[in-house]
T-cell receptor, first 110, second 118 residues
């Protein structure tokens, strides 16, 4: 079973920030939080990951709470091309630890 | 640099037929894996490999075989297809750091093979 809980769907207006929450209350101290997205039946695409600290790259920012029990993925200026299913995943050192849940279906609207 | 290439893109099989889904990567990644995705669900791990000659089972291995004779290729074999194996199959690869506490980098996925078994 997936170790994370995400809302099944969210909407966001184009140009606004999209904030996608994830709960991972049973996360262990050596486990990372990863985010992937899947655009309409393509292969999933890696977005960002973090252990304790907040992280930012060219695609998104990841905010992890101090107790590490939840996190938020932020797409700062959502575009129509960001419409996708977003997966929040907890894993250790290895990819075979990953368990995909149902994710959050983000719809960016004009 | 093609990344992860999966062939074929689409396949229709009759129950009991066999086939091999091909996966190749050109990034010299040690780690490779196969997932299946059913409608409305996330991906489930079928088999994975941490290097040439080494394979292991994931969550849903029954009905599937794999081998890893080279770093580049990781084929998935269905020996006797069943309707329950109708799904979209994704192959993925990643870098693995050396040593006993090997860390896998994020996965690179192929674009999938859509398989229908009638």
């Amino acid at each position: 079973d997936a170790k994370t809980t995400q809302p099944p769907s969210m909407d966001c207006a184009e140009g606004r920030a999209a904030n996608l929450p994830c709960n991972h209350s049973t996360i262990s101290g050596n486990e990372y939080v990863y985010w992937y997205r899947q655009i309409h039946s393509q292969g999933p695409q890696y977005i960002i990951h973090g252990l304790k600290n907040n992280e930012t790259n060219e695609m998104a920012s990841l905010i992890i709470t101090e107790d590490r029990k939840s996190s938020t993925l932020i797409l700062p200026h959502a575009t129509l091309r960001d419409t996708a299913v977003y997966y929040c995943i907890v894993r250790g050192l290895n990819n075979n630890d990953m368990r995909f849940g149902a994710g959050t279906r983000l719809t960016v609207k004009p | 640099n093609a990344g992860v290439t999966q062939t074929p893109k689409f396949q229709v099989l009759k129950t009991g037929q066999s086939m091999t889904l091909q996966c190749a990567q050109d990034m010299n990644h040690e780690y490779m894996s196969w997932y299946r995705q059913d409608p409305g669900m996330g991906l489930r791990l079928i088999h994975y490999s941490v290097g040439a000659g080494i394979t292991d089972q994931g969550e849903v291995p029954n009905g599937y075989n794999v081998s890893r004779s080279t770093t580049e290729d990781f084929p998935l074999r269905l020996l006797s297809a069943a309707p329950s194996q109708t799904s979209v199959y994704f192959c993925a690869s990643s870098y693995s750091s050396p040593g006993p506490s090997s860390y896998n980098s994020p996965l690179h996925f192929g674009n999938g093979t859509r398989l229908t078994v009638t």
